[in-house]
Nanobody, 124 residues
Framework: QVQLVESGGGSVQAGGSLRLSCTAS????????MGWFRQAPGKEREGVAA????????RYAASVQGRFTISRDNAANTMYLQMNSLKPEDTAMYYC?????????????????WGQGTQVIVSS
């Protein structure tokens, strides 16, 4: 049974930084893609970033390109999201997700395993 656990959310002022972590368990190997997604109150869940099993391929939403960096440490079964230059519009619940299919995608519908989420609040 695959389980994903996020950590690292919190409150920060605009311009600040946070680092999110997501630890996966239940996979027999590292051959799965992972992604970060977020959902603000009253809005649909949107893709933020995604990463291939090797970490060599990444995808970003246009709204976070250049500010956020996704990475993973396969030895630790952990994925990270370094968020810099945070803006109030980045405020949301952030979720990590994983999937076994072969496309590195930021489309939430492509993912079949989800964590419980970690809250990020950016104040102006």
């Amino acid at each position: 049974q695959v389980q994903l656990v996020e950590s690292g959310g919190g409150s920060v002022q605009a311009g600040g930084s946070l680092r999110l972590s997501c630890t996966a368990s239940g996979y027999p190997d590292n051959n799965y893609r992972m992604g970060w997604f977020r959902q603000a109150p009253g809005k649909e869940r949107e893709g933020v970033a995604a990463i291939s099993p090797s970490g060599l391929t990444t995808r970003y939403a246009a709204s976070v390109q250049g500010r956020f960096t996704i990475s993973r440490d396969n030895a630790a079964n952990t994925m990270y999201l370094q968020m810099n230059s945070l803006k109030p519009e980045d405020t949301a619940m952030y979720y990590c997700a994983a999937k076994e299919s072969s496309v590195t995608s930021v489309n939430p519908g492509d993912y079949n395993h989800w964590g419980q989420g970690t809250q990020v609040i950016v104040s102006s």
